[in-house]
């Protein structure tokens, strides 16, 4: 019974004590709650405290950023600056700590202190703190964005390439920066990209068909497709990385598209006068840049330049070149035909060309005009006596007007070209004699200048219609 009664009391006194604990556990914790709640809202005057918050700050790689900290109340206490994201001290009070000579630390009076870093570097993006050593500790952070140009990483990005004609390429550009660059292809010659639509894979990867390309002025992505390649694609391929910080920067890519040479000879007969001068054309298209030359087709012998002879090579586009070959005072033997061959790596191509002799231009000749009857009278210039006859011709009389238009139309007649008196012209290298003139001169001749006449217009005709 007694054992029990001291069991129970004792139940008792410990049921008791949790209770005191308990209540001396909530009392303290009330307490404490209290004091921070009184902490927060009654400040001391005495204790330091930021009056303005820090700015993010965004700058481009190269130049100098500050952070700036303004404190109220610092006293005694003093300043320090931290990398927050890497938890590193880099400086207390005025004194750097981390041994960096881009990093500076100022103040101006006792208020606002400076965090200075001079040729900024990528790695210099990250979270930066300014702290107070006061109790409790208190601090603030700002962000530094680091922003850097475009530039590309050539061990990445295409350099000029050849490609054989029907082949497939795909030219790459990649380039880094921050933000990250976008990539832009377009022809330096402003024509039209036949490529494929996409350009953000290479051709390694799985594409629907060429059907794909479109002609288009620029193409957007790392890669630039091209399916099946013609010798029109050849050309200078300019590719722009921009990512809104300047400068945008631009790399040149030279796409070649290798193919046998094609001649052309736009006139195969070309006619020169015995002693004059003559030029033979051919037009070649090829790539690479072929050997050029002319030879003689019937003596297969290579054509040098020299005082007779002259060979220009003109290059028309990246492709296509003219060859031309002059030759001075044609002599007749070389009356001939003549060959002229372009070769490249892969092939050779020739094309021919004759030339023949055609008549030199006659001095003197029966030109027929289109002047109406009613056209101006013109007396016969001194000039023309070697026609008209000299003082001794009766040619040259003033008499028998009629008599000489008859033979002139006489003679037009008998070729039977049915042309009136008043559309006979003899003409000279210097002057032009219409019949009018004659008739105006009302001149006259007798029987042996009717032969002579007769003869000399004959002449005329005849010449004129070898020439026609």
């Not at 060429?210 to 391929?237: C, M």
């Not at 945008?248 to 001068?277: A, C, E, H, M, Y």
Request: hydrophobic share 35%; with cysteine.
């Amino acid at each position: 019974m007694w054992i029990h009664q001291t069991g129970q009391l004792f139940i008792q006194l410990f049921i008791n004590i949790q209770h005191l604990l308990l209540f001396q556990y909530i009392h303290f914790s009330l307490a404490k709650e209290i004091n921070l709640i009184n902490e927060k809202f009654t400040k001391d005057d005495n204790e330091p405290y930021f009056t303005e918050a820090m700015s993010n700050v965004t700058v481009q790689v190269g130049r100098p950023v500050k952070f700036q900290c303004i404190v109220a109340n610092l006293g005694n206490h003093q300043v320090a600056w931290f990398r927050k994201d890497k938890h590193t001290l880099l400086a207390l009070g005025n004194e750097v700590i981390l041994k960096n000579n881009r990093i500076l630390v100022s103040n101006h009076t006792d208020k606002i202190f400076y965090l200075t870093i001079f040729a900024v570097r990528e790695e210099d993006r990250g979270e930066y703190m300014c702290q107070i050593n006061s109790s409790p500790q208190i601090d603030q952070s700002a962000f530094l964005k680091v922003t850097v140009p475009p530039h590309f990483i050539e061990e990445l990005t295409s350099s000029d390439t050849d490609v054989n004609e029907g082949d497939s390429v795909s030219l790459r550009c990649i380039a880094k920066g921050f933000p990250a660059p976008t990539i832009e292809w377009r022809r330096e010659d402003k024509e039209a990209i036949d490529a494929l639509s996409s350009s953000s894979l290479p051709l390694s990867s799985p594409f629907s068909s060429a059907s794909d390309n479109k002609n288009v002025t620029t193409i957007q992505g790392e890669y630039l497709n091209i399916v099946r390649v013609k010798r029109q694609h050849i050309g200078v391929y300019l590719c722009i990385a921009s990512n809104g910080i300047p400068n945008s920067v631009s790399k040149r890519i030279f796409l070649g598209v290798k193919f046998s040479p094609l001649v052309w000879t736009p006139n195969q007969r070309v006619g020169s006068p015995l002693n004059g001068d003559a030029s033979i054309i051919c037009t070649v298209d090829a790539y690479p840049k072929p050997d050029c030359y002319w030879m003689k087709t019937s003596t297969r012998q290579i054509i040098l330049d020299n005082s007779k002879y002259s060979t220009i090579l003109t290059p028309i586009s990246t492709y296509k070149y003219e060859m031309r070959l002059n030759i001075k005072t044609v002599e007749i033997g070389e009356f001939t035909s003549y060959t002229c061959i372009a070769k490249n790596i892969l092939s050779e191509a020739s094309g021919t060309i004759v030339l023949y002799e055609i008549p030199r231009p006659s001095t003197q000749r029966t030109v027929i005009n289109n002047i109406p009857n009613h056209s101006p009278v013109k007396e016969v210039s001194k000039s023309r006596k070697n026609y008209l006859g000299t003082s001794k011709n009766p040619l040259n009389s003033e008499d028998n007007v009629k008599d000489k238009l008859n033979i002139a139309s006489f003679l037009t007649n008998s070729y039977k070209n049915d042309i009136s008196p008043d559309q006979i012209t003899l003409q000279t290298e210097e002057k032009v004699t219409p019949a009018d003139d004659l008739i105006d001169s009302g001149t006259n001749f007798n029987s042996h200048s009717f032969s002579n006449s007769i003869w000399l217009i004959s002449i005329n005709i005849i010449l004129r219609h070898i020439i026609t």
